[in-house]
């Protein structure tokens, strides 16, 4: 018999916090846990399906690339765990087919076509700006053995943290889908204008009074 739905998102709530765990690189639980708290309040506002937004938000990671050894290693993981428990095709096809979506891609994925993919990469790409995505990309840079930054005059091929708000982060708020996603992203992304502000003011305090002193 088919499992209920509260119980479905329980098991699936387990699996993820287990196949994520304490990733170090941003894509730890608690990422999930807020992307699938947004997922909710965004679906509420834009009376998109509230059980497949919840379920794919809680299982977006677990497929992530970076955490498998392919793309498609992750979408059958997630694939088969559906199955495995016994969920329901009519539910497997739209939560499978926002999965395999969702991911920046350098911004080149063909845009989402139901209001539940929408709002669930909404709530993703909400999770990487603002404070939290300014937290969530040094750790990410730390990861990785990046840099903080490096000033243009001395840029190798290196990626930095500071880099990557001009790469992505500083575009997201452009790209959300929905309308109340939209409001949530203008306070988040002034906030990051502002760090940045502040950050290149303080790279920068006291470069000439050095220039001075030196000659
Ligand atoms: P998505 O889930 O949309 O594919 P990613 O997995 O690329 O996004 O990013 C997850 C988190 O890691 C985000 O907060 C993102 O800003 C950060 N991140 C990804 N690539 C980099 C990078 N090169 N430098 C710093 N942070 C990064
Ligand atoms: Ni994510």
Redesign the pocket.
Known sequence: MRRKEGQMIELAEQFARAFLASDP???DWWHVHRVRNLALEIADREHADAYICELAALLH?VA?V?LNASKQEGLDRVRDWLERVGEDPAVIEPVMEIIANM??NGGSNAPMTTIEGQVVQDA??LD?IGAI?IA??FA??GSRG?LIHEPGEHRSNT?T?IA?FHE??LKLQELMNTGYAKELAANRHQFMEAFLQQFHAEWSEYREEDRTDDS
Do not use: E, M, N, P
Request: aromatic residues 10%; hydrophobic residues 25%; without cysteine.
């Open positions: 690189s941003g894509h990671d992530d970076k991911s920046y993703d790409r990487a995505g969530r990309t990410f840079a990046h990626k943290a990557h992505k982060l």
